[in-house]
């Protein structure tokens, strides 16, 4: 695929997808780096469910730990891993505390180091709480990156630094959501409805699906 393809597809996604953003509720930087973690695995609409109870008694680290690791599992229980993920989220906050004021880092090093925190899950921090131009590759755009052949590639990282190199700079920061809700509700995993796609022409998926 060209430069200037690419350019076309990521005009008309924005055009088409004109506010993109997380679909995950947040209020702070810290709510949206717990709404990430409890997401692996787990649907936005779950997290944001149980969210809405957890944030709403406890939405700082001093306030997590004061849960406990228990009392946080009475809120995610409904979460896939919920277990882990209690035990991540509680080591993260007394990190926070003890290395960062409570704060959360905007630097990808010391995102990573905290538990729980991946390379996608910094890059989501990264780019949704700090504007930073990062792109967390999920399965999603995995999906329509090879799909589309926008920047195929066999592993996360490899369609990762494709998209960060090839993506039109003035798209980059927005590029993570407009891939994401592309693949969620057009660029579906089992029947992509291509024939409602504002990128089909320009798309290279030769087993396109008209219905």
Same mark, same amino acid.
């Given at each position: 695929?060209?430069?200037?393809?690419?350019?076309?597809?990521?005009?008309?996604?924005?055009?088409?997808?004109?506010?993109?953003?997380?679909?995950? $509720?947040?209020? =702070?930087?810290?709510?949206?780096? /717990?709404?990430?973690?409890?997401?692996?695995?787990?649907t936005d609409k779950g997290v $944001? @469910?149980?969210?809405?109870? #957890?944030?709403?008694?406890? $939405?700082t680290p001093e306030a997590i730990?004061?849960?406990?690791?228990?009392?946080?599992?009475?809120?995610?229980?409904?979460? %896939?891993?919920? $277990?882990?993920?209690?035990?991540?989220?509680?080591?993260?906050?007394?990190?926070? /505390?003890?290395?960062?004021? =409570?704060?959360?880092?905007?630097?990808?090093?010391?995102?990573? !180091? #905290?538990?729980?925190?991946?390379?996608?899950?910094?890059? +989501?921090?990264?780019?949704?709480?700090? %504007?930073? =131009?990062? /792109? !967390?590759?999920?399965?999603?755009?995995?999906?329509?990156?090879?799909?589309?052949?926008?920047?195929?590639?066999?592993?996360?990282?490899?369609?990762?630094? @494709?998209?960060t190199r090839f993506t039109p700079?003035?798209?980059?920061?927005? !590029?993570?959501?407009? #891939? /994401?809700?592309?693949?969620?509700?057009?660029?579906?995993?089992? @029947?992509?409805?291509?024939?409602?796609? +504002?990128?089909?022409?320009?798309?290279?998926?030769?087993? @396109?699906?008209?219905?």
């Amino acid at each position: 695929m060209n430069q200037e393809k690419r350019q076309l597809i990521f005009e008309k996604l924005s055009t088409e997808i004109p506010e993109p953003t997380t679909e995950l $509720n947040y209020n =702070s930087a810290f709510e949206l780096l /717990i709404a990430v973690v409890l997401s692996a695995q787990a649907t936005d609409k779950g997290v $944001n @469910k149980a969210t809405e109870k #957890l944030f709403a008694v406890a $939405n700082t680290p001093e306030a997590i730990l004061d849960l406990g690791e228990d009392g946080l599992k009475h809120y995610i229980k409904t979460i %896939g891993l919920f $277990n882990s993920k209690a035990k991540n989220i509680i080591l993260l906050c007394q990190r926070l /505390i003890d290395q960062h004021n =409570s704060a959360v880092p905007e630097r990808r090093h010391e995102l990573e !180091a #905290l538990a729980g925190v991946g390379r996608k899950t910094a890059n +989501v921090v990264l780019n949704t709480a700090f %504007g930073q =131009s990062t /792109i !967390a590759v999920d399965t999603h755009i995995f999906r329509v990156s090879n799909r589309t052949r926008l920047a195929p590639g066999k592993t996360v990282l490899e369609v990762e630094k @494709k998209l960060t190199r090839f993506t039109p700079r003035q798209f980059l920061k927005d !590029a993570h959501h407009l #891939l /994401i809700l592309h693949g969620r509700y057009t660029c579906i995993a089992r @029947k992509p409805r291509c024939s409602a796609c +504002v990128i089909e022409e320009l798309c290279e998926f030769k087993e @396109k699906i008209y219905t």
